[in-house]
Structure formats: C-alpha cells, structure tokens
C-alpha cells in the first residue's frame, strides 16, 4: 500500500483550482507582467462559479478613480441561485490589489499604453483569485511570426522524434 507523496496532492489540487482560461489574451497580446488580485463577488457568482459558469473570453480590466474593474468578465447566473436580487451576468466587478500595484499598474497604464488583460481565473484556498497581466496588443505580422515560431517548434519536435525512433 503505497502513500500519496505531497508532490502527487499539489500536482491534483493545481490541476482542479483552475475555473477559466483567457486563451485569447496569449494570442492577441505581448503579455509581459502577471499580477494576483481579488474579485469582489456576490454569493450568487459564487455559486455560478462552482458549478463552472464564468467565461473570461472578452473581458479586461479598466482604471477608474484610482481603483481597477474587471469588465465583459461573464459569469451566467444559475436559475435557482438568487430569488431576492436581479443578477447582472456582465456586471463590472471590482479587483482587489495592494495600492502600491495599483499605483504601479496605473502608471504603467496612462503613461506607458499597456492594457490590463486578465489571463486566469482560479481557486486559492477558499477564495477566487484573478490572475492579470500588462499587456501590449501585438500585430498581425506578430501573431503570424508567433504563429510559424510555434509551427517549426512542433514540426522540430516530430523530426526529433522520428529520429529518435529510427535509432
């Protein structure tokens, strides 16, 4: 009877913690710095979330009075999950980050042109965390130099192993 190692428990728990992906955001945009915020949630987006109902495809996060919102973030609400509110499945959510990464963001955000992407979405003991990055957008000649760099990397890796199989 063999025990599971720790290892084996943190490489389960990463796996299950992650609720949504913004797969686009690698596409459209040079990502460059992640940060970790907080979302401000109701108990029905709680719920939603649990049962697996949040999309990040078109969302992105804004600066406004000194504070950054997520916004177009969906998170579709559950039939039965509120009776006494009305839920609002795109409503804009507040981040919640120390001000000195606000500080931080902001500049590079108004000075710099960068663009506040949110990336993942995910579980963190007990809480929601929503992992954001600075951003610039890319080009299309970007997205096609990525696109050819992750096809010859792919078709490296199959002459690899053809070799490999021949020897």
Do not use: C
Not at 120 to 133: G, H
Request: hydrophobic share 35%; no cysteine; charged share 35%.
């Amino acid at each position: 009877m063999s025990k599971n190692t720790g290892k084996d428990k943190a490489k389960n728990a990463t796996a299950d913690k992650t609720i949504a992906l913004n797969k686009r955001a690698r596409h459209e945009y040079h990502l460059e710095e992640r940060f970790e915020a907080g979302l401000v949630l109701q108990g029905w987006e709680i719920k939603a979330i649990r049962a697996g109902r949040g999309n990040m495809t078109d969302a992105y996060a804004y600066v406004k009075d000194g504070e950054i919102f997520l916004i177009g973030a969906q998170i579709t609400p559950l039939i039965q999950a509120s009776t006494h509110t009305i839920p609002e499945d795109r409503r804009q959510r507040k981040l919640l980050l120390h001000r000195r990464e606000i500080d931080k963001l902001i500049g590079r955000v108004e000075r710099d042109g960068y663009t506040l992407v949110p990336t993942a979405m995910y579980w963190s003991k007990n809480k929601i965390k929503l992992e954001i990055a600075l951003a610039k957008g890319k080009q299309n000649h970007d997205k096609r130099d990525t696109a050819k760099e992750r096809d010859w990397a792919r078709e490296k890796q199959r002459a690899m192993r053809a070799h490999n199989r021949n020897a």
